[in-house]
């Protein structure tokens, strides 16, 4: 139990738990996790186990830290590494409260770990897919119940029964779904794949665990600000970054990049201007410190970061004196050396050297800048960016009232969204329905059939001929239009839970402010 929470590589280690530090505790307090990091022996491992159970058992409100942390962690968390963890945690303590060691205990400890499992038993369809590490354990825990304790024998029973009647009540509620009838309909012609005509997605479901991917900068940025030092890009969407890596080119020798200072926020804004030379709004993420000539780095964030506007800052740099003496100022339009160092101006073409040679920007203000403030071209090197990331729906926390009215519009805007989106599933239903009816009836799709069904043809682009028309119009229509219009339906609605969870959160710490000035 203790190597599981303090190894390295444990999906469990307080290294890599992606929680705020209160649940980091929780799990800390649960755990009673060595003051050390070196491996106990076997006996002592055994020795600090019982320690564990005794101390939950001799502790206050232990009954209750353990719902909340099968609740939280077995349950709820939307990483399956992090819920078979905890599932292992659950599983571990029972084995050894259940074991010789404890006798004296056992009625009591397997009595109560029991209820809080049979407590949670009946809310399991509230989680959906993330249920399966639960109930991995529930069976693990009725198998091996001691048959000794008359106790947990009873709850056994009551267990069973209760999972039976969940189960029934669910295949009643699926049976009575309004949408069934046309899913099973569809399920005969497609792969099926998903319920896309859901006007209340679940939550469970409908937040996968993204698979991580590479992918370079510019596949991710939708806008790009300079400085003569700074580099700012806004995301597309809010991503969960695991790790950059630099690729460095074309560098020249007489002046190297030595640190680049890595900064982040997630804070939604209109234009990516409002963050220039704002250095409050950032947070400073890792420092990349390279050798000279280095032509790749990687960091990786022990954490993964979440950010919707990411900022490099050319820090310090390699300064060769002897190769910037020789070094020329040149004419970007003839090539010709530049002799009037002040003005810049090329004597034969009377074109401006200090131009950017990309954009032919004017920095006035430091005409030896490492970056064109305008494109961000560099004379010293070319820097390009990758990230090993995912997309993110978290909402950044709100700390005053701007940011409080910012995410007051978001809310208003995915509503609009989410409503369209509802509007569009509903108008789908009804040439779904007409497809379907064609292709079982054999009939044909013309265009005295059903307007809604030409509006499908004019979507799908006419199918495929390839395949049966009718189904293919089918396809095109259920599993491109419904799915896109179901995705950002579900997407909405998780940031506006999101959203307005954090202006909730604002508001009460504010009036809590409020009330402690006025006493």
């Known amino acids: 139990l203790l190597m599981l929470s303090t ?13 705020p530090t209160s649940e980091r505790e929780m799990l800390k307090s649960l755990i009673w996790p060595p003051t050390t990091l070196s491996r106990p022996t076997v006996t002592e491992l055994r020795s600090e186990v019982h320690q564990v159970a005794q101390q939950l058992v001799s502790g ?5 830290r353990v719902a909340e942390f099968v609740s939280r962690f077995v349950l709820e968390f939307n990483l399956v590494d992090i819920r078979a963890g905890g599932a292992r945690i659950i599983r571990g303590l029972w084995s050894h409260l259940t074991s010789d060691a404890f006798n004296a205990t056992a ?4 009595s109560q770990l029991f209820s809080v499992v049979a407590h949670i038993t009946p809310r399991l369809p509230d989680f959906g897919r993330n249920a399966q590490e639960f109930v991995s354990l529930l069976s693990f825990i009725l198998s091996s119940s001691p048959a000794s304790l008359e106790a947990t024998t009873e709850v056994s029973r009551t267990l069973i029964s209760t999972l039976v009647n969940t189960l029934s009540q669910q295949s009643v509620v699926l049976a009575n779904h309004p949408n069934s009838h046309l899913y099973r309909m569809l399920s005969e012609y497609l792969e099926f794949d998903g319920y896309y005509l859901e006007s209340e997605p679940c939550l469970v479901c409908n937040d996968p ?10 596949t991710l940025r939708a806008e790009t600000k300079f400085t003569d030092s700074t580099q700012i890009i806004k995301f597309r969407t809010s991503y969960l970054i695991q790790s950059v890596t630099l690729f460095v080119s074309d560098i020249k020798k007489a002046n190297m990049v030595k640190t680049i200072n890595l900064y982040y926020n997630n804070k939604a804004v209109a234009d990516v201007s409002e963050l220039r030379n704002k250095w409050s709004a950032w ?6 410190t390279l050798q000279p000539g280095q032509s790749e780095i990687k960091v990786d964030f022990r954490i993964p970061i979440t950010a919707t506007n990411f900022m490099m800052e050319y820090s310090t740099f390699y300064e060769n004196s002897a190769l910037m003496a020789v070094e020329k100022l040149q004419c970007p339009r003839c090539n010709r050396v530049v002799t009037d160092m002040k003005s810049g101006l090329c004597s034969r073409c009377r074109e401006n050297a200090y131009q950017c040679k ?3 920007n004017i920095n006035y203000e430091n005409l030896e800048a490492f970056l064109c403030n305008e494109c961000g071209y560099s004379k010293w090197a070319r820097f390009d960016y990758n990230f090993y990331a995912k997309p993110s729906l978290a909402c950044e926390k709100i700390e005053n009232d701007e940011d409080r009215n910012k995410a007051l519009s978001t809310i208003d805007k995915e509503v609009e969204n989410a409503h369209a989106k509802y509007l569009q599933l509903v108008q789908y ?5 007409k497809l379907i009816s064609s292709i079982h009836n054999q009939s044909e799709v013309t265009a005295e059939t059903d307007e809604s069904v030409q509006a499908a043809i004019a979507i799908s682009g006419g199918g ?3 395949v049966n028309r009718r189904i293919a119009l089918l396809a095109a229509l259920y599993e491109k239009e419904c799915k896109a219009a179901f995705d950002s339906l579900s997407k909405s609605v998780q940031i506006l839970l999101g959203t307005r969870r954090e202006v909730q959160r604002y508001m009460h710490r504010k009036q809590s402010k409020g009330e402690a000035h006025t006493e």
């Open 7 to 19: 190894h390295p590589n444990s999906p469990l280690s307080t290294n890599k738990l992606e929680e």
């Open 60 to 64: 206050l409100n232990w009954e209750q």
């Open 107 to 110: 009625n009591e400890c397997t």
């Open 209 to 218: 665990e993204l698979p991580w991917f590479h992918v370079k900068m510019d």
């Open 283 to 288: 947070k400073k993420a890792k420092t990349m």
């Open 358 to 360: 990309q954009c032919r």
């Open 429 to 433: 239903k009804k040439p779904l329905l």
């Open 464 to 466: 495929s001929g390839k």
